[in-house]
């Protein structure tokens, strides 16, 4: 008896599409590429039920002729490449002649199509067993295809399908990523009849990213533009105070293909070097344009992925470029002037340079090689610019506070212990003050965020915040703990939003998941930096701060295990110097 046999070609279909329709979102970029490929200047999505009830994508491209039409969804049918050599020099985004064979064998398809010269259109259906009927179809030109009851015949991947929400999340992604790769299209996605993105065709990536995520948003970025020959870079990156609390804004397109790629993160990491905290992120829209012979797109079934042929050129090209983009922003809005003259403030010397502070009080705190050699400038500000000892506290620096006990020195990390309190208040719900807006403050958002939080209305409350969909991707927030009244709310709603996004990849089941996730997001919202308030506090503040600090539960560590303070005891101070 062999062992071996081949398997049935139904259920070879459908082991291939497993490999390119993971979820619901899945079938929708596969049906806007090609209709991109047809190019369409209108792209229309419609779903019902997070898509897995039905999805529709119409476009008014080229269309297809009947005879195309009914062999579209045969495996290997394609029309965009037919050579060898053509694998090698893709130009469009499908190639593999396999996304409408799979949709087909995972669910049940209606297409309809014509194209500009035909005076009557087809319609091809296909049900259950992936049986096929051709008929006429009125002549309007372009295509339509309605894909019904995803997973319908394989009930274990319908299993995974997660909530409406979840899955209309990855949709909104997708067709977001795809508009932001295509401004000069027009883009419009509905759920259950409502509006949800509504993107007119754009003069340029900048219109298109505005459209997507309002206005303000943009002001937080700043442009990157590089061009050499058969390689070109173009988009926006944050600005080092916009930094994110996850990975979410982060958008690589390599010939408007959106991608995960190591390189380029990479390099763009590398230009923020040193300039955000290492727990926060930049967000960043890229896009690289790369000669189709020095890029293999063919190496991921759901094309998330591609491989360079020189990667070194890549990363020095993003990290050239973005630091371009960063540096002169940080001239022109005083950003690095700001950083120096605060210090200059704190300390009394112009000339310290932060990596200074840091190494003094790393080698005063003993990490290297506990001995105590502080400086005679550091000394110098230390004790003198602050005048006699009439001040409880020292600023060190910006982050630091020193703070004299009568058995020793404690030294705080202000943010780091305003962190800790503020996060141990959200928690337990104790010590916020919740106050009700005289006038509601009205915030938009980006669709997937709206999408997520309007959903999750419990959750946002449960720190604080009362939250209202106020339709068109804007949410009205009617109360908020006192401690967020001059934060930067939208900020706030989208580190919630992200954590959200982030655990509904995983979903939320049980009682610790959500407890897990309540506090992922505290510690989220702690660390924002528009929540520390003013940079310089006084005595009575600080006073309030440490005694706030004290009370915790876990007074030592932030929410993401930093120290928070670390104390020097007369005692160490007397093994220090080497007295008994
Ligand atoms: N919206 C559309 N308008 C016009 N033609 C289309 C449309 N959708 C599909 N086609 C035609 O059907 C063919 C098969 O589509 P399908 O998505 O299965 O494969 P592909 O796009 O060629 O490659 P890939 O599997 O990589 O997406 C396409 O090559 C194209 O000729
Ligand atoms: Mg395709």
Redesign the pocket.
């Given at each position: 008896m062999p062992e071996i046999s081949i398997l049935s070609e139904s259920l070879a279909n459908k082991i291939a599409a497993g490999e390119?329709i993971e979820r619901p979102a899945s079938v929708v970029r596969?049906?806007i590429?090609?209709?991109i490929?047809?190019g369409?200047k209108l792209i229309t999505v419609e779903v019902l039920h997070g898509g897995k009830k039905l999805m529709r994508?119409s476009?008014d491209?080229?269309?297809?002729s009947r005879e195309?039409?009914t062999?579209?969804?045969e495996r290997h049918?394609?029309?965009?490449?037919s050579s060898e050599d053509d694998l090698f020099n893709i130009n469009?985004?499908?190639?593999?002649?396999?996304?409408?064979?799979?949709?087909a064998s995972i669910s049940k398809v209606s297409?309809t199509?014509s194209t500009s010269d035909s005076d009557r259109g087809t319609r091809v259906d296909i049900g259950v067993g992936r049986k096929k009927q051709t008929t006429d179809a009125p002549p309007l030109q372009?295509?339509s295809?309605e894909i019904r009851d995803i997973f319908y015949n394989t009930p274990a991947r319908r299993k995974f399908l997660k909530t409406i929400s979840t899955e209309l999340s990855h949709i909104i992604a997708t067709v977001t990523q795809k508009a932001l790769a295509y401004p000069e299209i027009s883009f419009h996605l509905k759920h259950n009849k409502t509006g949800i993105i509504n993107a007119p065709a754009a003069r340029d990536i900048r219109e298109r990213f505005i459209q997507l995520y309002s206005e303000d948003m943009i002001n937080e970025f700043f442009e990157v533009n590089r061009q050499m020959p058969g390689l070109s870079i173009h988009g926006f990156s944050s600005s080092p105070d916009f930094t994110r609390a996850a990975r979410g804004y982060q958008f690589i397109f390599i010939n408007r293909r959106p991608v995960k790629n190591p390189t380029v993160s990479h390099a763009v990491y590398s230009a923020y070097d040193n300039l955000i905290p290492k727990d926060r992120y930049p967000a960043y829209f890229l896009f690289l344009d790369i000669d189709p012979h020095k890029v293999d797109v063919n190496v991921h079934p759901a094309?998330r992925e591609v491989r360079f042929e020189s990667q070194d050129e890549i990363h020095n090209m993003v990290a050239i470029a973005v630091k371009q983009g960063l540096h002169p922003q940080q001239e022109q809005s005083g950003t690095a002037g700001q950083i120096t003259s605060m210090r200059a403030e704190h300390t009394g010397k112009a000339g310290l340079s932060a990596g200074g502070v840091r190494e003094t009080l790393e080698s005063a705190l003993g990490y290297e090689n506990r001995s105590f050699p502080v400086s005679g400038d550091l000394q110098a500000d230390f004790f003198t610019d602050r005048g006699p000892a009439i001040h409880r506290y020292f600023y060190i620096g910006e982050a630091f506070v020193a703070q004299v006990t009568n058995d020793g020195l404690v030294i705080i990390d202000r943010h780091a212990a305003h962190e800790r309190v503020l996060y141990e208040r959200l928690l337990k719900k104790t010590g916020l003050e919740i106050e009700n807006l005289f006038l509601p403050l009205r915030v938009e958002l980006p669709a997937k965020e709206f999408n997520v939080l309007t959903n999750h209305k419990d959750l946002v409350n449960e720190f604080g915040l009362d939250i209202d969909d106020f339709g068109a991707n804007n949410v009205v927030v009617r109360a908020l703990p006192r401690e967020f009244h001059k934060a930067d709310i939208k900020g706030l709603l989208l580190d919630i939003a992200s954590g959200i996004l982030d655990e509904q990849t995983s979903g939320i089941k049980g009682r610790s998941e959500k407890q897990k996730l309540v506090q992922n997001i505290a510690a989220r919202l702690a660390c924002h930096k528009s929540v520390r308030g003013r940079e310089h506090l006084n005595d009575e503040e600080l006073s309030r701060l440490i005694a706030d600090l004290d009370k915790a539960e876990v007074p030592d560590r932030c929410p993401h295990g930093r120290p928070t303070r670390v104390s020097l005891s007369l005692a160490d101070l007397r093994k220090m110097f080497k007295r008994k």
């Open positions: 390119v596969e049906l590429d090609n209709s490929d047809a369409a994508v476009d491209g080229v269309g297809m195309d039409a062999l579209c969804f049918a394609t029309s965009k490449i469009t985004l499908g190639f593999r002649g396999e996304a409408l064979a799979a949709i297409l199509t372009g295509t295809v094309k």
